[in-house]
């Protein structure tokens, strides 16, 4: 079945140590997305991309690094800059902005990091 | 800018009884979608409802709807004949057409469901 796989589900870091999350997709999809939830708050965009080789920074990107080197994937890396990284971390990815789905979000598990 | 409130935190509903979960959004664009998200405890959002504005009939899905009042930029949920299942955070959702990226999410409605 196509879907979005993220990993891990759970990750424990260090403070000052670089993290990275995994997103894989196999639905042929050309946008992905990665947003942070924080408890009582909505969902808020770190970085997105459109397209491979390409990416853009959301709202919430200091302290973050994303690349797109390949379509079926779109890894995010909590840097040691990134001041409060605990938080529950969601992969999205639609078709893109011209197919009838184009606003429909596909979201992975997610994954959650904690800082120890 | 656009901007999306969900005014209760939390509901809660009978077993096959209906609820109703309330969705305002503010924004001067005339052409957008608005989506229902729901979030169960395992985490992964799933859509549950969607709405283009440029439509004027409620969407639909089953024992989902929605009431959509564009002038009034209302657009609420209404579960029928509640299920267990249904347990979740609820997340309404602002989209401008053609740009996916902008959506903006309100803070969510935690909904529980009581047998």
């Known amino acids: 079945d196509g879907g979005i796989t993220q990993s891990p589900k759970y990750l424990f870091r260090k403070e000052g140590q670089n993290v990275t999350l995994s997103c894989e997709q196999n639905l042929n999809h050309d946008a992905m997305y990665w947003y942070r939830q924080d408890p009582g708050q909505g969902l808020r965009l770190i970085y997105y991309?459109?397209?491979?080789?390409?990416?853009q920074k959301g709202d919430i990107a200091e302290g973050y690094s994303v690349s797109r080197e390949k379509k079926e994937s779109f890894p995010l890396t909590v840097t040691s800059a990134q001041k409060n990284p605990t938080a529950f971390y969601l992969c999205?990815?639609?078709?893109?902005?011209?197919?009838?789905?184009?606003?429909?979000?596909?979201f992975g598990a997610g994954s959650r990091l904690t800082v120890l | 800018a656009q901007t999306v409130t969900q005014s209760q935190p939390e509901m809660s509903v009978q077993e096959a009884e209906t609820v109703t979960l309330s969705c305002t959004y503010d924004?001067?664009?005339?052409?957008?979608?608005l989506f229902w998200y729901k979030q169960p405890p395992s985490r992964q959002m799933i859509l549950v409802i969607r709405?283009?504005?440029?439509k004027q009939q409620n969407a639909t899905e089953n024992r989902f709807s929605v009431n959509f009042q564009k002038a009034a930029k209302s657009f609420s949920l209404k579960i029928s004949d509640s299920q267990l299942g249904d347990a979740a955070m609820y997340f309404c959702?602002?989209?401008?057409?053609?740009?996916?990226?902008?959506?903006?999410w309100g803070l969510g409605t935690s909904l529980a469901v009581n047998p």
């Open positions: 991309s459109q397209i491979v080789n390409d990416f």
């Open positions: 999205a990815s639609t078709s893109g902005l011209t197919s009838s789905g184009a606003n429909v979000l596909t």
């Open positions: 959702a602002y989209g401008h057409a053609g740009n996916n990226r902008k959506l903006i």
């Open positions: 709405q283009e504005a440029y």
């Open positions: 924004t001067s664009e005339s052409d957008y979608y």
